[in-house]
Structure formats: C-alpha cells, structure tokens
C-alpha cells in the first residue's frame, strides 16, 4: 500500500467521523430542544391547573350564585321577593314572629313538643304567624340541606298555607328529621318522600317539579337573607318575636321549650 492511499484512508476516516459527531451534536440538540419543550408545557400545564382550582375555588356555589338571581315567590307570601310570609286569621291582632331553620334539632324538639298547640292557637286566631326561615346550620358545615329544604318549603306554600304547616311538622317530625350531622334535606329525592306524608302534597307533580326543578331556590336564598338581616336581634334558632320583643323563657334567653313556658310568654306578650 502506497503513503498516498494510507493518508487518503486516514483522511476518509476522519472526514466519516466528523460528519457522524455533526449528526450526533445535531441530535443531541434535539433531544435538549425536546425536553425544554416538554418542560414548558409541564410548567404551563402545571400554572393552567393551578390557575382552574383558584378560579374554581373562587367561583360562586350555586346556592351562592342565587344571591342575586331573580327570585320567583311563592303564592301566599307578601313583601319584597316574597319574604314576608304571614299566615293565620285576618281578626287575629297580634302577629308571632317564628325563626327556625330546618336542620336546627332544637327547632325539631320544639315542634315535636310545642307544635300542636302553635297550630291550634294559629287556628283559633289567638295570633298570626310569620314565617321566617334561616340557613345558618349549612353554612356551618358546607351542607346544602338547610337551603333545599326552605325552597322545598316554599313549594309547599305555593300549593297552600295548610300545605305548607303539615310539611314543615312532617320535616320537624321525629321520624323525618335527620341528625344535624346528616345533610339528608339535600335529597330533593328525600324531601319529596317526605312530602308524600302530606295529603295535599302525596303525589303532587306540580310541587314534586317544583322541588326537582329548584324552583323557589332563589326565594330560598332570599328568605335567609331576612333572618341575617333581622332587625330583632335573633341569631338562633328557634326564636319567638312579637311586638319586637324576643319571648324567652328564662333570664339566659333560652326560648320556651315546654306547652307550659310557650303559653305563659305568648299570653303575657298578648297582654302588653
């Protein structure tokens, strides 16, 4: 072999190994191009998810939403939005105002124990009602059953007064009424079950659509917003008012739990 093929071979080779190392550098360049590319995605696709929970943590509930949502009353109720419900004789002279909130269990034994004699003394005209409902124990615990409950509650107003008392003792009733750590007012599935208790509202399709279709949710939320805002100082329920004076059955406030203790405060309020 000549000096001349042996440099022309060497040159060759070298010539090889530079173009290989250029197509290695090149894929090399690559490769780094591709990780930084899937880097970023990872880091936008990180900040997009971040950014999605903080706007969904942001975002409104739906009860919440309903704030200001355009409320559709029920029959039988007066005021703005429909939140001044006052049911009983028009001869009756004085007005009892009722707070109650429908997981409250202290509103259950209430009714439970009292409830009887409120609708009796509501149907002999000894005093009106008005009705008004809170939602405070749901926002205590992130439920909703408080809230369904009320608009369910105001669909059964729209069917009638009567209506509207049987289902809420019904609720209130021992058998009905969940532990205020069971969110079962939620179920509208539940409520309407409920609801077949009531004569008047046993297999009623139009409060059954009403309570399925969320109907009086806004009127729900509306009415809540009167216990916040009370002018009469209630912050618990169940609480009794008449004449703006808040009846308590003792000197720490508590309400009349006992036929005995609600008689004596009404009639003595009844009288001043």
């Not at 290989?20 to 590319?37: F, G, H, M």
Request: charged residues 25%; positive net charge.
């Amino acid at each position: 072999m000549s000096k001349r093929n042996t440099q022309s071979a060497k040159t060759a080779a070298r010539e090889r190994l530079r173009q290989e190392r250029e197509r290695q550098a090149k894929r090399d360049k690559a490769r780094r191009q591709l990780i930084v590319a899937g880097s970023v995605v990872a880091v936008l696709a990180a900040a997009g998810g971040i950014g999605y929970a903080v706007v969904q943590m942001n975002k409104p509930s739906y009860w919440e939403g309903l704030k200001d949502a355009s409320v559709v009353a029920p029959a039988n109720t007066t005021g703005t939005k429909g939140t001044t419900v006052v049911l009983g004789k028009d001869t009756a002279k004085k007005t009892l105002k009722v707070y109650e909130d429908p997981r409250c269990p202290v509103c259950a034994q209430f009714e439970q124990t009292v409830g009887t004699t409120v609708k009796k003394d509501l149907d002999d005209g000894k005093f009106k009602i008005q009705y008004v409902g809170a939602t405070f124990i749901d926002n205590h615990d992130n439920g909703e059953g408080s809230k369904n409950a009320l608009s369910a509650l105001g669909a059964a107003l729209n069917v009638s007064p009567e209506a509207f008392f049987e289902y809420k003792t019904a609720l209130y009733s021992a058998k009905w009424h969940p532990d205020e750590q069971a969110d079962k007012f939620k179920d509208d599935s539940y409520l309407i079950k409920v609801a077949d208790t009531v004569p008047a509202l046993k297999g009623n399709a139009k409060f059954q659509d009403a309570v399925k279709k969320g109907t009086y949710d806004a009127w729900a939320m509306a009415m809540s917003k009167t216990f916040d805002d009370n002018k009469d100082g209630v912050s618990g329920t169940p609480s009794f008012v008449m004449d703006g004076k808040k009846l308590t059955a003792d000197s720490q406030g508590n309400p009349p739990m006992s036929v005995a203790d609600f008689n004596r405060v009404v009639d003595a309020a009844l009288k001043g």
